[in-house]
């Protein structure tokens, strides 16, 4: 059996990632037309320390996460470089390469800049719905990468 300290390890991977001040970053505004109904913004200790969660009454949140640690590598190459890339669209202007993905009330927005990684999740459970706002497509992109974005400025 491991220690707590080896499990909480585990989750978080090996690397690094930069604490964020998730409530200097970011605004609530920052998820408008992401998301309608007002949201919290807190740090996501699930995510580690460059994580943040913006969350509404109703359970929608939107997490970012920006690190170098070998989960967001991971991820990044899962994307990047695998067969799972062409369910994902590029997308310039975002760090030095981006991507992202729109599935029902899911999306999803990576990104990589230098040795750092960024990934922005769109979460709606049942009963949230009515609190996603207008934005689809390409349009909800631009504004999952401006996320990113923030977050990358941040570290």
């Not at 975002?94 to 960024?118: I, N």
């Amino acid at each position: 059996a491991g220690s707590a300290a080896s499990s909480a390890a585990d989750v978080q991977g090996t690397g690094a990632a930069r604490p964020i001040d998730c409530n200097k970053v970011f605004v609530p505004a920052d998820v408008a037309g992401i998301l309608t109904a007002r949201a919290t913004i807190s740090s996501d200790t699930l995510l580690g320390p460059g994580g943040c969660r913006f969350e509404t009454a109703k359970g929608a949140i939107v997490t970012t996460y920006v690190g170098s640690d070998e989960d967001a590598q991971v991820t990044w190459n899962d994307v990047n470089a695998t067969t799972d890339r062409r369910h994902y669209t590029p997308m310039s202007g975002v760090g030095d390469a981006a991507f992202w993905r729109e599935a029902g009330a899911s999306a999803w927005f990576l990104a990589k800049k230098g040795d750092e990684y960024c990934r922005v999740e769109l979460g709606i459970p049942g009963g949230a719905g009515e609190e996603t706002g207008r934005a689809r497509g390409v349009d909800l992109a631009k504004r999952l990468g401006m996320l990113c974005t923030k977050a990358f400025a941040a570290t």
